[in-house]
Each structure stands twice: as C-alpha cells, then as structure tokens.
C-alpha cells in the first residue's frame, strides 16, 4: 500500500510540472470563491484534498463531507489584502445512515470605496462598496469504511455598486482511505458550471445614434451589454499520510496537485506537527511551480480542547505575499 501511495504521488508531481499550460489569469469572475476559509489548512499550504477529520477539509473536498459523523459549526475571518473583509460560516449536520448534510456561507465586502474620476481624481463625493456572497448546500456519505463522496451546489452573487452578476455552480468530491495506517488519497472538481454577466443600472447610458446629425434625439436611453465570462473551475488531486512519532505525537504530510481553469498547473504541500490532538504547529509551500506565482511560504498553529464528544478547536494561518501584504486566518470549530 506505501509502494503504491508513493508512485501515485511521484506521478501527481510529475505531471503538475511538466503539464505544458497556458495562463489565463484574469479571465474568469467570481475569484473570491478561491480565498480558502480554513486557517488549519491554509498553514498546510492549502494542500487539503486529502484530509477529511475536520468540518474545514469539506471546502477543499465535498467528499469529506461524507465522514463527518457530529454536528460542527465552523467560523472563519481572513485579514485580506487593501483591509478587504473576509467572513466564512459552515454547518455540518448527520443524519445517520442517511450520510451528512452541509451548508456554508461566504461573505467579502470590500468596504467603502471613493468614486473618482478624469475629471475629479480626488473624489465626487459618492462613495460604493464592492460585495461577493456564496451559499453552499452539500451533501456527504461514506459507501465503505474507507470510501466516501460528495457533491455541493453553489449560489454566486458579485456586486459592485448598483451592477451584479448571479450564478449557479457544483463541486464534486472522493476521498479514499488507502491503508489502516491513515494514507488517504484524495479528488475534487470545484466551481464547475454556467457562465456569468453583471448586470445592473450602472451600465445604463445615454446613445447618440448619430453623432453628425443635428436636431435629431442625441440622448437616447441605452444599455450597455457585457460578455459572459466563466466561473474558475479547479481539479485537484493529493494525497495525505501520517507518521507516528509515539504514543503521543505524530506528523501528518499532505500534498496537493492543482488544475485550474484561469492559471497554470501547480503543486502544494504541508506538514503538521499534532501533541494529544491538543496542540499543533503547521507549516507549508503553497503554488508550487505555478507561473508567475506570487504566493509562497504559510504557517500556523492550532490549539483544541473537549468534554466527552463536544469539542472547541482555534486555528491561526499566516500566509506570505510577494508584492501585496501577508494574509492572516482565524478558525473557531465547534462540536456539538
């Protein structure tokens, strides 16, 4: 089973590095959908295919949904980039033999924003915010002891200003438990369905049909169309394994292979460090080979304290940036 696990992952970082693909960073809305809401994860690299003993690998693989056998409530707030709020709010709910139900919400809100223009580059006075939200409805279930899916349907709403686009997304998910020991293999599918168009008042203009002619009405009422652009579609791929350190510690390695549909190939990978499933301390590389990446280095920490089934779990990411500030992550968890 070892034999195997390695020769799947040496494959997985083979074919992430000499995929021969083509950037097309910039062509697709909705990227505030891949702002990652887990600072467990995150801290790992966001390298979370494979993982599925927390509520907060769902996101990364609807899959583990399936194995999520207590209710648990996640909370997340990302210090962003330019003071850009982050907010992510998750519930898992069992229901038995049924499997497991899931829902999320994801809120970004840019804060207020002067209007500026040619003609006032200092400001007219009008201010507008920018606001994204995602709702999520999934549902998990395990098929055998050691194979679970699942799939999630994902509402999009972008706004900016008074102009906003709507539409309609689904994510997919295995996860699969190679061996006793914990080596866990791991496939998504996220955000993969229509297109969408902003639509809205701002784009209302006033048309003159022909600029040469006078007398004629030179203030027709008109709006102004956009193109239909895509979701950003991302298949990955990994796998996790742990390793014993004693009766009391143990290290858990996870590696992720990324197939987007907006950017190149890439390979993410992270470590974690567990003491009595009370502390931890995580470290990671995420973006790995990617094109003109600017991401790099995480790391974090996470502290976790019960009483017989109930539980409180607190994890902190940070994560560095190239050109644009370091993004920190705080989860709470709870278990019900």
Known sequence: MI???????????????????QTKTGTAIAQFTGIEPSARIAALGNAGVALHDDIQAAYYNPGAIGYLDQTTVQFTHSFWFADISYDYAALAVPAGSWGTFFGSVTA?????????????????????TVQDVALALGYGRRMTARFAAGAQVNYINESIWNTSMRTVTFSVGTVYQVSRSGITLGSSLSNFGTKGRFRGRDLAIQFDKDP????????LPAEQFTDEFPVPVLFRVGMSFPY????????????????PSDATESVSLGW??????????????????????ELGLTAGVGVRSGIGTRHLQLDYAWAGHMFLEDTHRLTVVLGL
């Open 3 to 21: 034999r195997m696990a390695c020769a799947t992952l040496a494959a997985l970082l083979l074919g992430a590095t000499t995929a021969a693909g």
């Open 108 to 128: 970004l809100n840019s804060g207020e924003i002067d209007v500026r223009t040619v003609a006032q580059p200092l400001g007219t006075g009008e201010r507008y």
């Open 212 to 219: 040469e002619r006078f007398g004629d009405n030179n203030a």
């Open 244 to 259: 014993s350190l004693g009766a009391e510690s143990k290290l858990r390695f996870t590696f992720d292979a990324f197939h």
């Open 272 to 293: 974690e460090w567990s003491w009595k499933s009370a502390f931890a301390v995580r470290g990671g590389y995420q973006s790995l080979f990617e094109e003109d990446s």
